[in-house]
C-alpha cells in the first residue's frame, strides 16, 4: 500500500494525497474528506523514510509560556499558530509558572517531542551560552531579549519591544503634564527581565524631567498577578498619598491598580493619572478606558515563527526585530492638579 | 549505541534514562542535565520500534481551541496541559475562529500529528454518529454537551455544566430582586450550543417568574467578543430605556456591556442589574465588580484529560461530568428601583 495507491482510489494526484496529510490550507473540504476516508479504508499507513526514523515528528514547534494567566500572550500564541500552521507545523504548548526554568522547560519538551524549533514566551533574559546550549534546536525569544546575559547576538534570536524606550515613553507623558510624584507598579526593579528594563527606562525619564527618584513610589509586587497588583496599589497609595501619577508595567495589573484607586477614592485620571504598556483586548473597557502603549501582539507571534521558519527551511540566520509601541490614547492620563485632599508636607 | 550505553556512560540505570527521554516529572534535575548531556555527546539516536514506525509520535492530545480570544480558555488549557504532562503527553495546541468547523480540525490534526486523544474546547454541538466518525481518536467535548445532536450518550465524552440550570438560576436572581424588564446579551438564540442552551434558561426563568418573553430584549450580537458586546449594549439599551436588568452569556461580554452601559449614562446596579456566567480573573477587577456564576475551569481542563487518560490507558469508556458553578456576589445585583428618568409607557 503505497500513497499512489491512495491517490488512485479516490482518483486525486499523489501530491493532493500529501497536501491532505500534511494539513496544507489549499485542498477543498470535499476532497480533504475523501481522502481521509480513503486512508482509513485502505488501512493505508505511510512509509517513513529514513530521515522521519531518526525523527519521526518532523512538523511540531513548541511555545514555552511563562506566566499563561497573563491575556497578553494570547493573541501572541493565536499568530504563531496560524503562522505555524501556514506552513505545515503544529504547536506543542508548554506553560510554566513565572518562577520556573524556561529552558530547561524547553530543552525537556524539544527532545521529547522532538520539536524542530522552540519560542520562549516570556522569560528572564540572562542567558550565557552554556546555558543555552541546553536547547537542541533553533529558538526564539518572544517578547524580550537578552539586556542581561553574555550571549552574542548572533547565537539567538529575539521579537520584542525596546522596553526602556518604551518605558521613558510612557512616563516621559506623565512628566509632560507636570506630574512630579510618579510611582511605578512592577513586579521587580531586579528580575533580569522585562520589570527591570523598564524600571531603567522609568528611572531615565524621571532624570530627564528632572524629577529625583524617591524609592517609596516604587511598588514591587513580587508575584506577577492581579491579586498582588491591587494589594500592593491600596497599600502604598495610602502611605504615599501624595502620588498623582501611576505608570503600571502591564495593562492586567493596571486594570487591578485602577480597582484599587477607585476603593481607595481616588478619581482616575482626576487624582491619579496610569498609564501601562500591552494593550490587551480587555482594557479598551475600562472605565475610563486605560491610556496604553500597545504592543503589536500579533505581529510578534507572527516574526517569532518566521525566524524559525527561515532558520530551518532556508538557512537563515540568527536575527533580532525591534518592534514599535502605539499610544492608545485611552481616559487615564490627565494634567497634574494637586488637590488638597490627598497632599501632605513633602517628607525627608 | 543503545539506551543502555547512555546510561553506563552516565552512570544511571536505563530506565532513568528512559525516564528522562520520556519527561517524567520524577527525575532530579540534575541527573536530567548529565542524562541529556550524554545522549547529545554520545549522538544517541533512540531505537524506533516498529509501533512507533506506525505511529511515530505517541505522546500527543490535542487540544482544538475554538474563539480563544476568549480568555475564560486559558485556565482551562492550563489545567488541562498539567494533567496531560505529568501522565507523559504533551498538549498540541490548535485554535480556529468562532464560525470554523471543530470536527474537520480536530480529524486533521489527528491524522497529521498523530494524536492519542482530543479535546474540543468550544463547540456547536448537534454531531451526529455520521460526522463525529470523521475524528479518529478519543475526544471529549468541553464546555459543552450534545444537547442538540443525535449521537449516544455512549458515543461520546463531555465536561460540561448545565447551562439551562444555570442560566435560570442567574435570571431568578434578577426576578427575584424584583426586575420584570431582563434582557439578555448573547451571541445567538440558534448556535446550537452554549448561546441556545442558555437562552432555553433565560426563557424558562421568566416563565417561572410570570414574565412574558419579550424578543425587544434578546440582544443578539452574532460575534462572540466584546466589541460587538459593546456595540449591541450600547444600540439596544437606547431602543429599549426601560430596561432595568441584563444577563450575559459570559464574562467578557459583560465587562463590554458595563462599559456600554456606563456611556449610556446607566448607574450599575442602581439603574441596570447585570449577572453573567464564567468568572474569568479579570471580570473580579471592573468596577464594580461583576456578579457571575463561576465555572471550575481548572476543573474542567482536568477532568477533559482524564477521561481521555482512563479511554488510552485504563480501557475507560465514555462519559459525562457535569459541573456546579459557584456565585460570586460581586456588586453588580441590586433590587429593581424603576427610576423615572429612564422609564417610559409599556409599548404594545
New interface residues.
Given amino acids: 500500500m503505497t500513497i499512489r495507491d491512495v491517490a488512485e482510489y479516490c482518483g486525486v494526484s499523489v501530491s493532493t494525497v500529501s497536501r491532505v ?3 496544507h490550507p489549499d485542498v477543498s ?1 470535499a476532497v ?2 475523501r481522502v ?1 476516508r480513503a ?2 479504508e485502505l488501512h493505508y ?1 505511510p512509509n ?1 523514510s529514513a530521515r ?3 525523527c ?2 518532523t ?2 514547534l513548541g ?1 514555552v509560556v511563562r506566566g ?2 497573563n ?1 497578553f500572550f ?2 501572541v ?2 499568530a504563531a ?2 503562522t505555524a ?1 501556514a506552513a505545515g507545523y ?6 510554566i509558572k513565572p518562577g520556573e526554568d524556561e529552558i ?1 522547560a524547553g ?3 524539544a ?4 520539536l524542530k524549533g522552540l519560542i520562549l514566551l516570556g522569560g528572564s533574559y540572562d542567558y550565557t551560552a552554556e546555558r543555552a546550549a ?1 536547547l ?1 534546536v533553533p529558538f526564539v525569544c518572544c517578547t524580550f531579549t537578552n539586556s542581561f546575559g553574555s550571549m552574542e547576538q548572533g547565537a539567538f534570536s529575539s521579537v520584542s519591544i525596546d522596553d526602556r524606550a518604551e518605558a521613558r515613553r510612557a512616563v516621559g507623558l506623565l512628566a509632560e503634564r507636570g506630574h512630579r510624584r510618579i510611582a511605578m507598579l512592577l513586579d521587580s526593579v531586579s528580575d533580569h527581565s522585562i520589570s527591570q528594563l523598564r524600571y531603567q527606562g522609568y528611572c531615565q525619564a524621571l532624570e530627564a524631567a528632572g524629577i529625583p527618584l524617591d524609592g517609596r513610589l516604587v511598588w514591587e509586587t513580587v508575584n506577577y498577578d ?1 491579586a498582588s497588583a ?1 494589594e500592593v496599589t491600596k497599600r502604598r497609595i495610602a502611605e504615599n498619598p501624595d502620588v498623582t501619577a501611576l505608570f503600571v508595567i502591564a495593562d ?1 495589573m493596571a ?2 491598580a ?2 484599587a484607586l ?1 476603593e481607595s477614592a481616588r478619581r482616575v485620571p482626576e487624582d491619579v493619572s496610569v498609564i501601562a504598556i500591552d494593550g490587551i ?2 482594557s ?4 475610563p ?1 486605560l491610556t496604553t502603549l500597545v504592543q503589536p501582539q500579533a505581529e510578534m507571534g507572527h516574526q517569532a515563527v518566521n525566524i524559525l521558519l527561515d532558520m530551518l527551511e532556508r538557512q537563515g540566520g540568527n536575527r533580532h526585530v525591534l518592534l514599535e509601541t502605539a499610544l492608545r490614547p485611552g481616559g487615564t492620563l490627565a494634567p497634574c492638579v494637586r488637590t488638597e485632599r490627598f497632599s501632605h508636607p513633602p517628607r525627608v
Fill in positions: 496529510m500534511n494539513s473540504q480533504r474528506e481521509l486512508i482509513d499507513v517513513t522521519d526514523l531518526v519521526p515528528q512538523d511540531l511555545v499563561a494567566e491575556p494570547t493573541p500564541i493565536r499558530e496560524e500552521e503544529a504547536i506543542a504548548l508548554h506553560q530547561l530543552a525537556s519538551l527532545r521529547s517531542k522532538r541546553a537542541p492581579m491591587y492586567a486594570i487591578a485602577l480597582k477607585h483586548d480587555m479598551a473597557y475600562t472605565i478606558t
